[in-house]
C-alpha cells in the first residue's frame, strides 16, 4: 500500500471539506434513520416475543354484554378437572388510574399467581413473603416505571389508593423490580390479593380471570373448544390469539417504518445518483492535471476509492454509533412512538438492547460499496480519456 | 530524443464532423536541443506537445520518444513515460490551487516508490535553486503569477525529466517575469535537457541558445 496516496487523499478531502462534509452528514443521517428504524424494530419484536412467552396458554374471561366482568372462582375447580390440564387458578387484578401523571397502573393479587412469578421472579417471592409475616397491613412491590413515578410524586415509601368505594387505601411500597422485558412488568403493582379485592371492590367468591396451564401445546386448541362449550358466557383466549393480536398491531405500525425506510433509501440514492452522475470541472481538471504530470488510471482509482472508503465507513460507523446511542442510552425519542403509539395510559418502557448484525450487514452492504462506486466510477470515465481532452 | 514522423491529428465531433488539426507534422530535436515551435494561436502547436507528451494520440503517423514508438503506446505506459522522462510546463500552469507550494510539486512522485522525505528534499533543492524555497507553504492560489509559474516548473523538474515540454509558458507573464523565465530554460538547457518549446511570443525568437525554430501554420509546417 503507497501511504503517500493515502495522505494525498486525506489532502484532497481537506481542501473540500465544506462539500464532503456535507455528503457525510447526509450518508450518516441515512444510516442513522435505517438502524434506528431497525433496532427499535428489533428491539420491540424481542419484547413482544418475551411478552408472549410469559403468558399462559389459556385465558378464561366472563363476559356480559360484551364486556368483561368478574368470574365466579369455583370454575377454576370444573377447568382444573378438564383432562390435559394441568392447573387453573383464578387472577385477581386490575388498572389503577394514577391521576398525577395520566397513566394506568396494573395492580396484581400476587397469591393467586405465585406459581408463575415464582419461576421467573424468586427475588420477588422472597421480598413477598418476608413483607407478609413482617407487616400487618396493604403493601406493595412495584415495577421499576411505577417506582419511578410514585417517587417523582414524591411518594417514596407509600402511597395512598382509592378505593372503588372512596376509602384511603395507605399501601406501603417495600420493594421495586426490573425485568428483560419491561413492557411485560414496568406498569406493574404486585400486592397481596385481599387488598387488590378491597381497592377493587372484588368478592372472595370472585375474580378477575382464570388463567389455565397446559403442558401439551398440541391439546390447546381442543381445550378451548371444551372450555368454549362449558362456559358460553366466557370468552376464552389462547396465547396464539394473544400473540396473532400483537403482531396485527406491529404489523400495522411497521408500514409506517416502511414509509420512513423507503425515504431514506430514496435520499441515500439520490446521493448516490448525484456523485455518480458526473464529476464537477474542478475535479476533471485535477483529474487531467494528475494524469499530464505522469499519474496512471490505477494511481487516480485508488485515491478515488481510498477517498470513496474513508467517507462512507466513516459516516456508517458514525450513523450506526449515533443510531444506537438513539435508541438504546435516549430511548429513541419521538420514533419508537410511532411504533408504540404516543399513549400516556402506560409508564414508558426501555427497549431492550438488541443489535441485529444480519441487518447491520444489510445495511452496510447496501450503502458502503455502492458510494465506493459511485465516487470510483466517474473518475474511471474521466480518466479513461485524453488527458489533454480532460483539461481543455 | 524527439522525432514526429508524417504525424496527423484529426478530432471528430460527432460521426460525420471532422476536424484536422495537424496535418503531416515530421520533424526531430536531438538530445540537449532547445526547439522552439513557433505559430498564431490555434495553429495545432499545443496538440502537437500534447502528442509528444504521450496526452494525446496522433491519428497517424509515428512519434518517437527516446528510441521507442510512443503513437500507440497504451494509456498505462504513456503515462510512465511522461513521469520518467518529461516535464510539463503548461501555459496556464494547471496547478491545484487549493494546495501548497510543496504539496504541488511532489505530485508526479506520488505513485513512485520514491520515500517521502526523499520526495520532499528533491522539492525543496529545486525551490531554492527556483528561489521560492520562503513559499514552500503557502497555497499556490496565494501566489503571484510568477511565483506560480516557477512552482509548475519546480513540479515539472521534480522527477528529473530528460525532456521539458513547455507550451505558451510565458502567456501570463510580463516582460520582467517572461525575462526571468528565460533565464530559467537557458539554465535548463545548460544542465543538458531537451527542451521543445510553443510560443508565438516574440521574445524567444531572437535566443541564443535556440537550436532549431519549428514554424506552424493552420497544423502544417511552413
Known amino acids: 500500500m503507497n501511504f503517500k496516496l493515502i495522505d494525498f487523499t486525506l489532502k484532497s478531502l481537506k481542501r473540500r471539506l465544506t462539500k464532503k462534509l456535507s455528503v457525510i452528514f447526509i450518508f450518516s443521517l441515512i444510516v442513522f434513520l435505517l438502524v434506528s428504524v431497525f433496532s427499535i424494530s428489533s428491539s420491540i419484536k424481542k419484547e413482544l416475543e418475551i411478552s408472549v412467552n410469559a403468558l399462559p396458554e389459556i385465558i378464561v374471561q366472563k363476559m356480559s354484554g360484551g364486556r368483561q366482568t368478574v368470574i365466579p372462582v369455583d370454575r377454576a375447580y370444573e377447568i382444573a378437572t378438564i383432562p390435559g390440564v394441568q392447573n387453573a387458578y383464578d387472577r385477581v387484578w386490575g388498572y389503577y388510574y394514577f391521576v398525577n401523571d395520566n397513566v394506568n397502573f396494573t395492580v396484581v393479587g400476587l397469591d393467586f399467581d405465585l406459581e408463575a412469578y415464582k419461576q421467573k421472579y424468586s427475588d420477588i417471592i422472597n421480598l413477598y413473603a418476608e413483607a407478609t409475616d413482617t407487616i400487618d397491613a396493604p403493601f406493595m412491590i412495584v415495577g421499576s416505571g411505577v417506582y419511578k413515578m410514585l417517587e417523582d410524586n414524591f411518594y417514596k415509601n407509600f402511597y395512598n389508593f382509592r378505593t372503588v368505594t372512596g376509602e384511603m387505601l395507605e399501601t406501603k411500597i417495600v420493594g421495586s423490580f426490573t425485568d428483560v422485558s419491561a413492557m411485560e412488568t414496568n406498569d406493574v403493582i404486585l400486592m397481596p390479593v385481599n387488598y387488590v379485592r378491597e381497592l377493587f371492590d372484588i368478592s372472595e367468591n370472585y375474580a378477575t380471570d382464570i388463567v389455565v396451564r397446559i403442558p401439551n401445546p398440541e391439546e390447546i386448541e381442543i381445550i378451548k373448544q371444551k372450555l368454549n362449550s362449558m362456559f358460553p358466557d366466557s370468552r376464552i383466549v389462547s396465547r396464539l390469539d394473544i400473540e396473532a393480536s400483537y403482531q396485527n398491531i406491529f404489523d400495522y405500525k411497521s408500514g409506517l417504518f416502511l414509509a420512513l425506510l423507503i425515504v431514506a433509501f430514496v435520499a441515500f440514492f439520490i446521493l448516490v445518483y448525484d456523485n455518480a452522475s458526473g464529476l464537477s470541472i474542478e475535479d476533471r481538471r485535477e483529474i487531467g492535471i494528475l494524469k499530464a504530470v505522469g499519474w496512471q488510471v490505477e494511481n487516480i482509482l485508488q485515491i478515488k476509492f481510498i477517498e470513496g472508503s474513508l467517507i462512507s465507513l466513516f459516516s456508517f460507523f458514525l450513523g450506526t454509533g449515533t443510531a444506537l446511542f438513539y435508541v438504546y442510552i435516549l430511548q429513541a425519542p419521538i420514533l419508537r412512538n410511532l411504533f408504540t403509539g404516543a399513549s400516556n395510559l402506560k409508564p414508558t418502557f426501555n427497549l431492550i438492547p438488541v443489535i441485529n448484525f444480519e441487518i447491520l450487514i444489510l445495511i452496510f452492504i447496501l450503502t458502503v460499496p455502492v458510494y465506493i462506486l459511485a465516487t470510483v466510477i466517474p473518475s474511471w470515465k474521466s480518466s479513461v480519456i485524453d488527458a489533454d481532452e480532460v483539461m481543455r | ?222
Request: net charge neutral; charged share 25%; proline share 4%.
Open chain 2, 1 to 222: 530524443m524527439i522525432e514526429l514522423k508524417s504525424v496527423d491529428k484529426i478530432y471528430s465531433h460527432g460521426e460525420h464532423e471532422e476536424i484536422g488539426v495537424l496535418k503531416n507534422i515530421s520533424f526531430s530535436v536531438k538530445e540537449n536541443e532547445f526547439s522552439l515551435l513557433t505559430g498564431p494561436s490555434g495553429s495545432g502547436k499545443s496538440t502537437i506537445l500534447s502528442i509528444v507528451g504521450g496526452l494525446s494520440k496522433p491519428t497517424n503517423g509515428e512519434v518517437i520518444i527516446d528510441n521507442k514508438s510512443i503513437a500507440k503506446l497504451p494509456d498505462k505506459f504513456s503515462a510512465l513515460l511522461r513521469r520518467e522522462k518529461i516535464g510539463f510546463i503548461f501555459q496556464k500552469f494547471n496547478l491545484i490551487n487549493n494546495l501548497s507550494a510543496i504539496d504541488n510539486i511532489t505530485i508526479p512522485l506520488i505513485p513512485t516508490k520514491i520515500s517521502k522525505s526523499e520526495i520532499e528534499q528533491r522539492a525543496e533543492k529545486i525551490m531554492t535553486e527556483l528561489s521560492i524555497f520562503n513559499k514552500r507553504d503557502v497555497l499556490v492560489e496565494k501566489l503571484s503569477g510568477g511565483e506560480q509559474q516557477r512552482v509548475a516548473i519546480a513540479r515539472a523538474l521534480v522527477n528529473e525529466p530528460k525532456i521539458i515540454l513547455a507550451d505558451e509558458p510565458t502567456a501570463n507573464l510580463d516582460k520582467k517575469l517572461s525575462l526571468d523565465f528565460i533565464q530559467i530554460i537557458k539554465q535548463l538547457k545548460d544542465a543538458g535537457k531537451t527542451i521543445l518549446l510553443a510560443s508565438h511570443d516574440p521574445l524567444f525568437t531572437d535566443l541564443d541558445c535556440i537550436n532549431n525554430i519549428i514554424k506552424i501554420h493552420l497544423g502544417e509546417i511552413q
